[in-house]
């Protein structure tokens, strides 16, 4: 998660977006704070609160566009933790996986740069429209019992014990638009490297008795 402005920060940025003509409250903030002053390259805090904006404007601009660029980066890396914590927590039954509600329609849907959601299942691709799954999470607001699976025909949701469903079919995937990919793949089945071992030849059983 980046870093949260400091609380100094945070009082320029109010000072700056209620600065206006003969106040003088900007200057007379950072001369309490000479090294903050020093940092945004302002020598002279005589002027009012107007003209020390002006000065301030290309630092405050670079500063919002941080601070708006690590929040995206912060909501993509909580989609792909999600997509993640889905995969792991799904449980593969005959011909659907069944996934986590809370997951799916919370920070799965964090990241605003995605377009589309896809599940990755053995042998099939199933897309969905990120906006489509946010409308999905509003209407379910409120209920405490959603259960949601997906198989090779969508995403299945259903509330109320079963009594309430929707069904969301899987969407033609436009081609360069971002999708965030949730892998829920079944797991292959482990074997063993070296197989079943082969059938003992009569001169090795007589050996390991101690007979030849």
Known sequence: ??????????????????AGHGEYNIGAFLRERPD?????????????DADLALQLAPAIGKCKRRVARDRVEERGARAERAAQEL????????GRVEVDPAILLGDLLADG?????AFELTGVRV?????????????LRGFSDVAACIDERGLHLTWRH???????RTQLEERR???????????????????????MLLAEVLASLGVV
Do not use: C, I, W
């Not at 740069?113 to 959601?117: F, G, L, Q, T």
């Not at 429209?129 to 999905?136: I, P, S």
């Not at 079963?162 to 969301?168: Q, Y």
């Open 162 to 168: 079963g009594r309430g469903g929707l069904n969301l």
């Open 87 to 94: 995969a792991a927590s799904a449980q593969h039954r005959l």
């Open 36 to 48: 903050l002053a020093a940092r945004l390259g302002l020598l002279d805090l005589d002027g009012d």
């Open 177 to 199: 638009a971002a999708v965030l990919v949730v892998d829920l793949r079944a797991p292959a089945r482990r074997t063993s490297e070296a197989g079943p071992p082969g059938p």
């Open 113 to 117: 740069s995605k377009k589309y959601v």
């Open 127 to 139: 897309v969905m429209l990120r906006f489509l799954l946010l409308r999905a999470r509003a209407a």
């Open 1 to 18: 998660m980046p870093p949260r402005p400091s609380s100094a920060a945070r009082e320029l940025l109010t000072l700056y977006s209620r």
